[in-house]
């Protein structure tokens, strides 16, 4: 894709995330004039399939005509209005929607603007929880090994991901990580359930260690995503849940990158049969359009708090809580989940790339080629350490856009993408795959 657009200038101007401005003397940011569908456009004619969602956060592809419609209804009426003293309708209907997506047993919906901010909101909630419940010595997390949870301060600490964490130590509270379940460090020949079942021994005998000062128990639902797509067995949810029961400790499912559908399920905690205390969402919510995230908990938190005394009372705001507009955009979202038959299609989707994919799954250069719903990921053999931004360059060339962590290549398409898009992007993976040297 072209970038004649971008005057010099610019590049300077806007210091870009999770980037080393320097590398863009190299490889120049690539402008985007205007997307649709599963594709980004640039100023020149070229054009790219978004095979990652645009960082994980679209469903429904780009200018969806039934999400752009919604925000032009909202626009004309309310675009937003503080949250605290104040309600509005599309806020109220979002938050019973969501209950009720949710077994009804998550009943109170806490607004953020992001998925740092749940976190921030889920970590906050639980450790004031106890307090109110006469155990302020319960006040610390754990976490799975490699878990990530966002950059902000209290999130960076239950993260674990060297990458993101290690510049930033210092300024982190300790908290503590445990065996994580991804199957890829199974023993040979160990099936992933019975290392789902080891870890989940090995997050007991943690637990039953530090219970008294544990008030939660924070993971990454079925498929740990910046750890390089990790995928695990739904049953360490399942002993995780049982747990976090028998010593007393909250459960904080963050599905933030697989809720609304993203694991084959619209969250991943019902293939455990499981309802976490604290169920964290943003990304997806608001069909990826606008920066919405909420914290959903039980009736049993929403009363510590209930009292007369204001300090009992949740102390946490975000000034753009609840922003009516993105209501109305993760409202359109819902919409299209009911109308449409979304999840049982995918299915079908997701056979279908998995037919296309064999080439790719028997590649020599490939390993542990997976899926999980609408996930899809492998490593790639290369002991090049710039591997995922030349592969990130090869596949531009094959109009996609294709972000590798680290070695591994993940697919994590909109919903709308169609057969024939599907066999696109397969087959420029494979030409990219062969453009790398070593
Ligand atoms: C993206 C992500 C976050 C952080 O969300 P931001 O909106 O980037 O702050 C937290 N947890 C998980 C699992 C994520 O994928």
Not at 75 to 80: A, I, M, S, T, V
Not at 145 to 156: F, M, S
């Amino acid at each position: 894709m072209g970038n004649k657009y971008l005057p010099e200038r610019s590049v300077k101007a806007v210091w870009h995330p999770c980037t080393q401005m320097k590398q863009h003397e190299m490889s120049p940011l690539v402008p985007i004039a205007r997307g649709e569908g599963v594709w980004l456009y640039d100023f020149e004619g070229g054009r790219c399939l978004d095979a990652i969602g645009s960082w994980w956060v679209n469903l429904f592809g780009h200018a969806n005509p039934r999400i752009n419609a919604a925000i032009r209804d909202q626009l004309d009426k309310l675009e937003h209005v503080m949250l605290a003293g104040f309600t509005h309708e599309p806020v109220v209907e979002l938050s019973e929607r969501l209950s009720k997506l949710v077994s009804g047993q998550l009943g109170h919906c806490f607004y953020g603007s992001d998925g740092a901010s749940a976190i921030e909101i889920a970590l906050k909630m639980s450790f004031h929880y106890w307090r109110n419940s006469g155990h302020p010595e319960k006040n610390g997390f754990v976490s799975l090994q490699n878990d990530y949870h966002g950059e902000t301060l209290g999130a960076l600490s239950v993260t674990d991901v060297a990458l993101f964490r290690d510049q930033y130590a210092p300024l982190l509270r300790h908290s503590a990580h445990v065996l994580t379940p991804d199957w890829r460090h199974a023993s040979a020949g160990e099936s992933a359930r019975d290392y789902a079942l080891r870890a989940a021994a090995a997050l007991e005998a943690h637990l039953a260690e530090h219970h008294a000062e544990t008030a939660a128990l924070i993971v990454e639902p079925l498929v740990q995503g910046a750890a390089g797509m990790g995928m695990y067995h739904p049953d360490y949810l399942k002993l995780a849940r049982k747990l976090c029961d028998k010593y007393q400790v909250h459960l904080i499912a963050d599905e933030i990158a697989v809720g609304f559908g993203r694991t084959g399920t619209m969250f991943a905690c019902e293939q455990a049969n499981i309802v976490p205390d604290f169920l964290c969402l943003a990304k997806g919510l608001s069909g990826g359009y606008l920066p919405l995230s909420v914290v959903m908990t039980t009736d049993a938190v929403y009363q510590a708090f209930y009292d007369d005394e204001i300090t009992r009372g949740f102390l946490h705001s975000h000034t753009h809580a609840g922003n009516a507009l993105a209501c109305r955009a993760a409202l359109a979202a819902l919409d299209i989940f009911e109308q449409d038959p979304i999840i049982e299609t995918n299915r079908a989707k997701a056979a279908h790339l998995n037919h296309a994919a064999q080439p790719l799954a028997s590649h020599p250069k490939v390993r542990n080629f997976r899926n999980c719903g609408m996930i899809w990921a492998f490593e790639v053999e290369t002991i090049d350490p710039a591997f995922a931004g030349k592969f990130f360059q090869a596949a531009l060339k094959q109009e996609l856009l294709l972000r590798p962590l680290g070695n591994t290549v993940y697919f994590m398409p909109p919903y709308i993408i169609d057969e024939q898009e599907m066999d696109f992007l397969v087959a420029g993976t494979l030409r990219a795959l062969d453009a790398q040297k070593k």
